[in-house]
């Protein structure tokens, strides 16, 4: 089976993000952590995203990672190739959005592309080439304090500009609002005048409708997850994708559980409602900080606990803990150690048989993904917005939820586990 579409994406929540939008259009999407080794098999994806850790890396390493995923990807057959990096265009003068489309670009052997981080569900617009959060300039929001990529201008086409040698333009607006014709007009005036990038400006969902059939031959499109909304509907309209239907997950039947190791407050919100629910254990932080086996001892507490039932481990706590905690061993030295006792704890409820498991933290989903050696996911129905059922392959079969700290409803360690059949 070949695929379609070839996506690299520099985060790895990012790349689910981008795979829900595609699952959601009716695109059978598969994502892989890294480059994979060997063979692997995509079932019936139509789409597979590979999620880098590219963002902040030096801009080589970036590259040489990506130049490796694309190859992967030609090989497998895809079509159209698509660069997904944050609505935020987080980046640095010296990177790693412009340097690896231009290699990306050198690669497919193409000289045009598009740059468009809209994502106007999320309050992300592009407005004459300046993107907005919200109601504001890029260069007013929290973005500019950013600790690795703080953004301080707006205006994407000099961005993007200082990152590249090439020439950046811009399809405005009025092209935009005009529709695919007026957008693809637009591309070749710039093709013919030069350019090599080109900012596109969408301030709605209808916007990147028509900017996705617009760039329905362009080999390369860099942006967010929104200008993908348009692709799927290409392909259909070739007769390469079939209708839009709801794309489900095979769940496997097992025992159930939700590890939680986020510390937000929407996550520790979660903790409290499902606790009126569901029975819970919290990995004592300062027991653990103290050195103590608390990964046995919860795996302990779970055996005779474990079944249809969901039970809870954490180690979540409010700011003052953390703190504490932090204090005692230093903030990077207590996230590897949570990290580190979460992903153990997933490793022995998957051996006890747990095969319908939610994790919540976007590091703490990397450790767990990591610690169960999972290296690809393929996505099925959104629970909440930006988070999907997934299905393992390739390894023992799981039904994962892997949530960002701050994403989902209060119910929705107990609610997410109704929706698997
Ligand atoms: P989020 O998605 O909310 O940012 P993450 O999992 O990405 O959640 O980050 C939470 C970090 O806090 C992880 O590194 C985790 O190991 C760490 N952590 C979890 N529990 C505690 C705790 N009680 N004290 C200190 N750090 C913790």
């Given at each position: 089976?070949?695929?379609?579409?070839?996506?690299?994406?520099?985060d790895f929540t990012?790349a689910t993000?981008?795979?829900?939008?595609?699952?959601?259009?009716?695109?059978?999407?598969?994502q892989l952590i890294g480059v994979p080794d060997?063979?692997?098999?995509?079932?019936?994806?139509?789409?597979?995203?590979?999620a880098l850790k590219?963002?902040?890396?030096?801009?080589?390493?970036?590259?040489?990672?990506?130049?490796?995923?694309?190859?992967?990807?030609?090989?497998?057959?895809?079509?159209?190739?698509?660069?997904?990096?944050?609505?935020?265009?987080?980046?640095?003068?010296?990177?790693?959005?412009?340097?690896?489309?231009?290699?990306?670009?050198?690669?497919?052997?193409?000289?045009?592309?598009?740059?468009?981080?809209?994502?106007?569900?999320?309050?992300?617009?592009?407005?004459?080439?300046?993107?907005?959060?919200?109601?504001?300039?890029?260069?007013?929001?929290?973005?500019?304090?950013?600790?690795?990529?703080?953004?301080?201008?707006?205006?994407?086409?000099?961005?993007?500009?200082?990152?590249?040698?090439?020439?950046?333009?811009?399809?405005?607006?009025?092209?935009?609002?005009?529709?695919?014709?007026?957008?693809?007009?637009?591309?070749?005036?710039?093709?013919?005048?030069?350019?090599?990038?080109?900012?596109?400006?969408?301030?709605?969902?209808?916007?990147?409708?028509?900017?996705?059939?617009?760039?329905?031959?362009?080999?390369?499109?860099?942006?967010?997850?929104?200008?993908?909304?348009?692709?799927?509907?290409?392909?259909?309209?070739?007769?390469?994708?079939?209708?839009?239907?709801?794309?489900?997950?095979?769940?496997?039947?097992?025992?159930?559980?939700?590890i939680?190791g986020?510390?937000?407050?929407?996550?520790?919100?979660?903790?409290?409602?499902?606790?009126?629910?569901?029975?819970?254990?919290?990995?004592?932080?300062?027991?653990?900080?103290?050195?103590?086996?608390?990964a046995?001892?919860?795996?302990?507490?779970?055996?005779?606990?474990?079944?249809?039932?969901?039970?809870?481990?954490?180690?979540?706590?409010?700011?003052?803990?953390?703190?504490?905690?932090?204090?005692?061993?230093?903030?990077?030295?207590?996230g590897a150690m949570f990290e580190d006792a979460l992903g153990k704890i997933a490793r022995g409820l998957v051996d006890?048989?747990?095969?319908?498991l939610?994790v919540?933290g976007g590091e703490t989903s990397g450790a767990v993904v990591n610690a169960l050696e999972i290296r690809a996911l393929?996505?099925?129905?959104?629970?909440?917005?930006?988070?999907?059922?997934t299905?393992t392959l390739g390894t023992t079969?799981l039904?994962l939820?892997l949530?960002?700290?701050?994403?989902?409803?209060?119910?929705?360690?107990?609610?997410?586990?109704?929706?698997?059949?």
């Amino acid at each position: 089976m070949t695929i379609l579409l070839g996506i690299i994406a520099d985060d790895f929540t990012g790349a689910t993000d981008l795979a829900n939008t595609l699952v959601k259009e009716g695109m059978p999407t598969v994502q892989l952590i890294g480059v994979p080794d060997g063979d692997i098999d995509l079932g019936d994806a139509k789409a597979v995203i590979i999620a880098l850790k590219s963002r902040t890396e030096p801009a080589e390493q970036a590259i040489e990672e990506s130049l490796e995923a694309i190859k992967w990807l030609q090989a497998q057959g895809a079509q159209q190739f698509f660069f997904k990096y944050c609505s935020t265009f987080d980046s640095t003068n010296k990177g790693n959005i412009g340097p690896v489309a231009d290699a990306l670009m050198n690669a497919l052997d193409t000289d045009f592309t598009i740059a468009c981080p809209a994502f106007p569900e999320n309050g992300r617009t592009i407005f004459n080439g300046h993107l907005f959060v919200g109601d504001i300039l890029l260069s007013d929001s929290g973005m500019k304090d950013h600790p690795l990529t703080p953004m301080t201008d707006a205006n994407l086409v000099n961005v993007l500009a200082s990152q590249t040698d090439k020439k950046v333009g811009l399809v405005k607006y009025q092209d935009v609002q005009g529709g695919a014709d007026s957008i693809r007009s637009a591309y070749y005036a710039l093709k013919s005048d030069g350019y090599s990038h080109a900012i596109v400006d969408a301030v709605s969902d209808e916007h990147l409708r028509f900017i996705g059939e617009a760039s329905k031959d362009l080999k390369l499109i860099t942006g967010g997850s929104g200008v993908a909304l348009g692709l799927p509907n290409n392909f259909r309209n070739q007769g390469l994708l079939g209708p839009s239907t709801e794309i489900d997950i095979d769940a496997p039947t097992g025992k159930t559980a939700v590890i939680a190791g986020s510390c937000s407050q929407a996550t520790r919100g979660q903790i409290a409602y499902a606790q009126k629910h569901i029975e819970s254990f919290m990995v004592e932080p300062m027991a653990l900080a103290d050195g103590q086996d608390v990964a046995t001892k919860a795996l302990e507490w779970a055996q005779s606990r474990l079944g249809d039932q969901p039970v809870l481990i954490y180690s979540s706590a409010d700011p003052a803990v953390v703190k504490q905690v932090q204090d005692k061993l230093g903030r990077d030295e207590a996230g590897a150690m949570f990290e580190d006792a979460l992903g153990k704890i997933a490793r022995g409820l998957v051996d006890q048989g747990v095969r319908r498991l939610i994790v919540a933290g976007g590091e703490t989903s990397g450790a767990v993904v990591n610690a169960l050696e999972i290296r690809a996911l393929r996505i099925g129905p959104e629970i909440d917005p930006g988070v999907p059922w997934t299905e393992t392959l390739g390894t023992t079969k799981l039904a994962l939820a892997l949530k960002s700290g701050n994403f989902g409803t209060e119910d929705f360690f107990v609610k997410s586990f109704g929706m698997l059949s």
